[in-house]
């Protein structure tokens, strides 16, 4: 494969990463956002602790998206391992998170719910960059390449490669003369 073939694969399974990636983080953050809101209005809990429930509610269900859907071809001998660094690059995207809401809350007084709303949204968006790139560095790692392709798929493929610069020689062969 060409170096700009080999470019565009890897990018392609970069977007497709994103793209999962995405859809998952989607649907935490609408878990996320409705859990704030419904923790926000039916509890007297201040923002911020109303906001570190959902978030926590949030990070269990986007460990379930990306381990079983987005991250399901990734190794998975160290269980122990992962959960444990997701948790804890979790935590570090709550406190991201989080801290945004606290500055607007308490450093310039922005609290009404559609504020309280914004920025935490807002910190969700910074925490993210932060998630994404620590899960797939650190959390979710990628198999070594000669396990990601099952021997079954290469031998497949090395079958159905043609042949690189092979020259046909009708010079008689000594050993059967």
Known sequence: MSERGALRTRLDLLAREVAKFGVVGALGLLVNMGAFNLIRHTTDLPVVRASLLATFV???FNYVGYRYWTYRDRDKTGRTRELTLFLLFSAVGAVIENGVLYLATYAFGWNTP????VFKIVGIGIATLFRF???????????????????STERFLEQRRPAENVTVTAEPDPVRN
Do not use: D, G, M
Request: glycine fraction near 0%; proline fraction near 12%.
């Open 58 to 60: 949030a990070v269990l």
């Open 114 to 117: 559609v504020q309280s709303n």
């Open 133 to 151: 790139w620590s899960y797939r560095t650190w959390v979710f790692k990628t198999l070594p390449a000669e396990e990601a392709v099952p021997p």
